[in-house]
């Protein structure tokens, strides 16, 4: 299910592993050691609006007061850090931080709208934590994040590797009574700034030398170990789990070894010229001369022509052009075949 995402852990990801750690140790803290203290981490709008403690838009929008909030929303984070590998760490930042800024504008302006509609007030039952920007994650990653098919359930109706993240989401929307409000704001802020409507991302981003400091200094402490590529059989395991685990690493050898072989053969190709792709005006006259019946000799088939747009995704995905072109003419420039060839590779 979460292949979509990746399956190198947080390599290439501290800002999602510090997002990970730290609300979620604070969020710990608040709830089990220093629960006077969580009234300051309320995300209270009528206070901010009545009595100016404009601190609250920041101390009550970062860390959730809600244990299950707290955990759907790290699960979240973890599957979406596919985007920090994907952008760089500093426009995932500024992607965050403009989304976070503009949901809190929208949350005022949905609170004035309930209150005007439905005479119902709001403003003080809006959940803590950093929950806008991660449903505003949504937007990019319906719109960029191929769908493949998994296995199908009842007919019709299909698992796909985006299904569990769907429902997480949904579970996270439906955790609190007013928790829809701020993830509306959250969406609508992600396709504002996704859309790049108004120009948004040009004022709301993370400035170079910023990031330059982060850099520095909380990087090497939020960086991971690359991963080794090798499948390791646990020796805790039981038999069907072993039996598993080799029947993947099976499958993923027998894949690799069809992938070198296709390989190879574009590579054994390389070298033939191909007088059709030399001369095709040339071929065109002559059929063009020799329509009064007779019958033109068989031509050979042109290579497969893959899409610039699919190998543009693939290598937005953080593969190589080189090998998103040898998995699209693999796959026979199918995108959902050839993602699923780069991720097992």
Do not use: W
């Given at each position: 299910m979460f292949s979509s995402t990746g399956s190198s852990g947080l390599y290439k990801a501290p800002l999602s592993k510090s997002l990970l750690l730290v609300p979620s140790a604070?969020?710990?803290?608040?709830?089990?050691?220093?629960?006077?203290?969580?009234?300051?981490f309320l995300y209270d709008l009528q206070a901010v609006k009545d009595n100016f403690q404009i601190w609250r838009l920041i101390c009550g929008r970062i860390i959730c007061l809600d244990l299950k909030d707290t955990f759907c929303s790290s699960l979240l984070i973890y599957n979406f850090r596919i985007f920090?590998?994907?952008?760089?760490?500093?426009?995932?930042?500024?992607?965050?931080l403009g989304s976070w800024v503009l949901s809190a504008l929208v949350d005022f302006i949905l609170v004035e709208a309930v209150w005007y509609s439905f005479?119902?007030?709001?403003?003080?039952?809006?959940p803590s934590g950093f929950l806008a920007p991660v449903?505003?994650?949504f937007v990019p990653f319906y719109c960029s994040i191929p769908r493949v098919q998994v296995a199908h359930i009842l007919g019709p109706l299909s698992v796909t590797n985006k299904t569990l993240i769907y429902i997480l989401g949904l579970q996270l929307f439906t955790s609190g009574s007013y928790i829809w409000i701020v993830a509306?704001?959250?969406?609508?802020?992600?396709?504002c700034y996704n859309s790049k409507i108004l120009q948004v991302h040009q004022v709301l981003y993370i400035p170079s030398w910023m990031a330059e400091f982060f850099s520095r200094t909380l990087e090497p402490i939020f960086s991971s170990s690359e991963p080794t590529t090798e499948a390791r059989v646990g020796m805790g395991a039981t038999v069907d789990i072993q039996r598993q685990q080799r029947m993947e690493?099976?499958?993923?050898?027998?894949?690799?070894?069809?992938?070198?072989?296709v390989r190879r053969q574009r590579q054994q190709q390389g070298g033939m010229i191909n007088w059709n792709r030399l001369f095709p005006p040339l071929r065109q006259r002559?059929?063009?001369n020799y329509q009064d019946?007779?019958?033109?000799?068989?031509?050979?088939?042109?290579?497969?022509?893959?899409?610039?747009?699919?190998?543009?995704r693939l290598m937005e995905m953080g593969f190589s052009r080189g090998d998103a072109l040898e998995a699209l003419r693999a796959s026979n420039n199918d995108l959902n075949v050839a993602t699923n060839i780069l991720l097992q590779h």
């Open positions: 604070l969020s710990l803290l608040l709830i089990l050691l220093l629960p006077h203290c969580q009234r300051f920090e590998r994907r952008y760089g760490s500093r426009k995932f930042a500024s992607f965050l005479g119902i007030t709001t403003s003080r039952n809006l449903f505003a994650l509306i704001s959250g969406l609508i802020s992600g396709i690493l099976l499958d993923r050898q027998l894949m690799l070894s069809q992938f070198a072989q002559q059929n063009i019946g007779r019958r033109s000799e068989p031509q050979a088939s042109p290579p497969l022509e893959v899409s610039e747009e699919q190998v543009a």
